[in-house]
């Protein structure tokens, strides 16, 4: 079992429609989460970070469940511009000085007009 | 300081051939990390330096693989040998590490390596 997984996707989804994205986690002591965003041949950018508490970032919103160990981000009001592999990532257990990330395979999200 | 730069971009070797791959981090930063993406793939580690030192070495780095980051600036990772399975980018991140935190944690653009 991978340590984060998380849908392949691709979701095909209307300009304009809400998207949920979900990624879980196997290891209970992994300590901080992101989300990246991957356009086509290009390298991971930071999207978010994810807190226990959720956080917003315009229209995207993420959250974090520890008991469920479950990640989540949605994405309202979808852009053209949105279309691309978002990862899933965790710092994976209790070695805060590796800080290494753990990624997932990725969801593919399309927008279409 | 444009950020993490790698060298090449692209890469086509033949198989058996041994490959040099140059990571430049952005310019403070202490740490850097090599990781691996196939296709249809996240990013996998691979290994990764504190300065000068390399701490730690995934699995998945066979004996055909070294990694040197000789002053604590650039990095480069040689590949012995190629095989067809080492086909996929190649993506270096350099941080700024300290009091077991990480900032500025930044991806290079990559190399991607064809073996044929």
């Known amino acids: 079992r991978k340590e984060v997984e998380q849908d392949p996707g691709p979701f095909n989804v209307p300009e304009g429609a809400t998207v949920a994205f979900n990624c879980t986690y196997s290891?209970?002591?992994?300590?901080?989460f992101f989300w990246y965003r991957q356009d086509c041949r290009k390298e991971p950018k930071l999207l978010m970070s994810?807190?226990?508490s959720g956080n917003e970032d315009g229209r995207f919103t993420a959250q974090l469940n520890r008991a469920s160990q479950y990640i989540s981000l949605l994405i309202r009001d979808s852009k053209l511009s949105d279309s691309a592999t978002y990862l899933c990532?965790?710092?994976?257990?209790?070695?805060?000085?590796?800080?290494?990330?753990?990624f997932g395979s990725g969801t593919r999200l399309q927008v279409q007009p | 300081d444009t950020g993490v730069s790698q060298n090449p971009r692209h890469k086509i070797t033949k198989r058996g051939q041994n490959v040099t791959f140059r990571c430049d981090p952005i310019?403070?930063?202490?740490?850097l990390y090599w990781y691996r993406q196939t296709l249809g793939q996240g990013p996998e580690f691979l290994t990764y330096f504190q300065n000068e030192a390399q701490l730690e070495k995934s699995r998945l780095l066979s004996d055909r693989f070294s990694a040197e980051r000789p002053k604590g600036s650039f990095s480069t990772l040689e590949i012995q040998r190629t095989e067809q399975g080492d086909s996929a980018m190649y993506l270096c991140?350099?941080?700024?590490?300290?009091?077991?935190?990480?900032?500025?944690?930044?991806f290079g653009s990559g190399t991607r390596l064809t073996v044929v």
């Open positions: 310019s403070e930063h202490n740490r």
């Open positions: 290891n209970s002591a992994s300590q901080s």
């Open positions: 994810v807190y226990s």
């Open positions: 990532v965790a710092i994976i257990g209790m070695d805060t000085g590796r800080r290494a990330l753990t």
């Open positions: 991140a350099s941080s700024l590490a300290y009091g077991g935190r990480s900032y500025g944690y930044t």
